[in-house]
């Protein structure tokens, strides 16, 4: 339980830093916008820099990052069970690899801060979803987490359920299930480009101040502005998104005002690496770097010596561009699987970073076969490591695993085979078929004609011969279901012509009522259509047919999805065009349920969708 002194002083000193710094910002001019487009970064090295300050009379100390934890409070399990060959994950395990590094810290004279960039929440296995991601946020609290940026996942269940997490206090609806009440996020989440309509200011601190050595280091948090297109629209109505580069530089700028030089930027959006054919990403490496944080860095102010960042999953340690010099950007993956180590340098005198540098180390939870590999059980199940858990953690997370063990373990189907969310080159993938197959069956007796799935909304992998509660090779349990499915979305069902359908095809690909990045859809066995890549955006599709009959522009067709697509999520505005709607009982994870039980299920046949050149 937290003290709620210390809570009280905690949260004192944040309202009254962002109270004095809401006072002075609304004064500062705002910056040029950044670029949409970049173009990849060849041969960066590993993340280095000095900034050629003197070393005399400096401090030392080290940041610890990670980021889109989405509550695998379990080690991650079938494909996503090891980072390059290495199992990795669990909570308990990383509690005592962040516990190794601040004592190696330590042992250097090294102060430790601990931060995120996002998505700690939503998108979560059941032991933490089934309790409103309560037990992802007490075990944050546990392992000591202390600044994050919100990502867009916070938002998953809307702006005041994010408030909850943050402050404390029983769900609204469910109350405090586990018994003992919930006191909410001992850290702090940043949120300074989510900005409330009605008061134009952010919904919780833009900022924060952390002392080291007694040099201040400020930090901005941001989620990605495009967060409104990815999340359901009814949970964020009352709020907007701005600009990355405007918002961190404005803050930074008063951070700067306030005697802050020394500044980290806690963004949640990302990158990746683009290693040649044939080779493997290094987890520190920053081979051919591209993506959407490319342009935001090179618009930051030079104060922002380092952006810690997440979204895309990907690992990565870089140096990258500024305005003015030149900034360390990492990302630790996903899923608690990597840690960033990052240490560095200030000067008293300036109060500016003199030295960064940093590197992910690998969550290792396996035991060592003795010859550079690890040890599997009979089923090819990397074995856990009994001696690297960390017993604190444990004590959190087994609460959680009991009270939920009765609904998770329950077989609920079964599956001929693994069954994998990886896509064939034009975009679909077995479990999207198998998905978009089991939403059709859960709706026809809303006269429903096809189905539609986001790929997104597509978290896992069902893995055979996975056996999270001791059932059989092929049995799936409740558990694992809805850690592939884990939204809780509901299930709509409304008429579209065939224009209309073929709108909402068309608005895959970027350029097309104002979708700014490609998203294929999975599509219901019966509807089949090619796309061509070099075509013109808004006639890249042909071909549409229904049980081999051409989509009629003029006919209706009864179309079924869930509810973030039906509202627009992901971009797809043409969705709302639809009318009639009807919503079945309960979520989407019980279509799947039922379609799970309804005879084994074998993976999809991939054949829906062709591509053309």
Request: hydrophobic letters at 40%; a negative charge; proline letters at 6%.
């Amino acid at each position: 339980m937290n003290h709620p002194r210390l809570r009280g002083r905690a949260t004192l000193r944040h309202l009254a830093a962002s109270a004095l710094a809401l006072a002075v910002a609304a004064t500062l001019p705002l910056t040029q916008s950044h670029t949409a487009a970049a173009a990849p970064l060849p041969g960066l090295a590993p993340a280095g820099v000095s900034y050629g300050l003197p070393l005399s009379a400096t401090v030392k100390g080290q940041f610890l990052s990670y980021n889109d934890f989405h509550g695998a409070i379990d080690p991650p399990g079938g494909s996503g069970a090891a980072v390059n060959g290495v199992p990795a994950g669990g909570v308990e395990y990383l509690a005592t690899w962040l516990k190794k590094l601040r004592a190696e810290a330590s042992a250097e004279g090294r102060k430790t801060l601990t931060v995120g960039a996002g998505d700690l929440v939503g998108g979560t296995p059941l032991v933490s979803a089934a309790f409103h991601d309560e037990p992802t946020i007490e075990l944050m609290n546990e392992v000591g987490l202390q600044i994050s940026s919100v990502g867009n996942h916070e938002f998953d269940e809307g702006v005041s359920e994010l408030l909850r997490l943050q402050r404390g206090g029983c769900h609204p609806v469910d109350g405090c299930q586990d018994g003992d009440g919930f006191a909410g996020a001992d850290f702090t989440y940043l949120a300074a480009n989510t900005i409330n309509k009605k008061t134009g200011l952010p919904i919780l601190p833009p900022i924060d101040i952390r002392f080291v050595g007694g040099v201040p280091v400020g930090f901005v948090g941001l989620t990605l502005e495009g967060t409104a297109g990815i999340v359901n629209p009814a949970g964020i109505k009352n709020v907007r998104f701005a600009d990355e580069v405007e918002t961190a530089n404005k803050w930074g700028n008063l951070l700067k005002l306030f005697g802050v030089k020394a500044q980290v930027l806690l963004v949640h959006e990302g990158g990746q690496q683009n290693p040649p054919a044939g080779t493997t990403a290094g987890i520190s490496d920053c081979t051919n770097f591209s993506g959407a944080l490319v342009p935001i860095v090179a618009g930051l102010n030079p104060e922002f010596s380092l952006v810690v960042s997440g979204h895309t999953h990907r690992f990565y340690s870089c140096t990258l561009p500024n305005r003015a010099g030149t900034s360390v950007v990492t990302s630790a993956g996903s899923n608690g699987q990597l840690i960033t180590d990052i240490d560095y340098t200030l000067d008293r005198r300036t109060g500016r970073f003199a030295e960064v540098s940093a590197h992910n180390v690998v969550v290792e939870n396996g035991v060592p076969d003795g010859h550079g590999g690890w040890l599997k059980d009979a089923k090819g199940v990397f074995l856990k490591n009994p001696d690297t858990v960390d017993p604190a953690a444990k004590k959190v997370a087994d609460k959680y695993r009991t009270a939920v063990a009765p609904i998770a373990n329950r077989v609920v189907g079964s599956i001929t085979g693994d069954i994998v969310r990886t896509a064939n080159p034009a975009g679909e993938s077995p479990l999207g078929d198998v998905i978009a197959d089991g939403q059709l069956a859960y709706t026809k007796n809303q006269s429903a004609q096809l189905a539609l799935m986001n790929p997104g909304g597509i978290r896992a992998d069902f893995d055979a011969e996975a056996s999270s509660g001791g059932e059989a090779n092929g049995q799936v349990t409740y558990g694992e279901a809805f850690t592939v499915q884990p939204f809780n979305n509901l299930v709509v069902t409304q008429t579209l012509t065939g224009a209309q359908l073929k709108n909402v095809l068309e608005q895959q690909f970027v350029g097309f009522g104002g979708q700014t990045t490609q998203k294929i859809l999975q599509v219901s066995k019966g509807l089949t259509y090619t796309w061509s890549a070099s075509a013109a955006p808004g006639s890249k599709v042909s071909d549409l047919k229904l049980d081999g009959v051409a989509i009629d522009p003029a006919a209706t067709y009864r179309v079924t999805s869930n509810d973030f697509l039906a509202n627009g999520g992901d971009g797809f505005t043409n969705f709302t065009a639809g009318t009639d709607r009807t919503t079945a009982p309960g979520f989407d994870i019980d279509a799947l349920v039922a379609y799970l039980g309804a005879a084994p299920v074998a993976p999809g046949p991939v054949d829906r969708i062709t591509t053309t050149p």
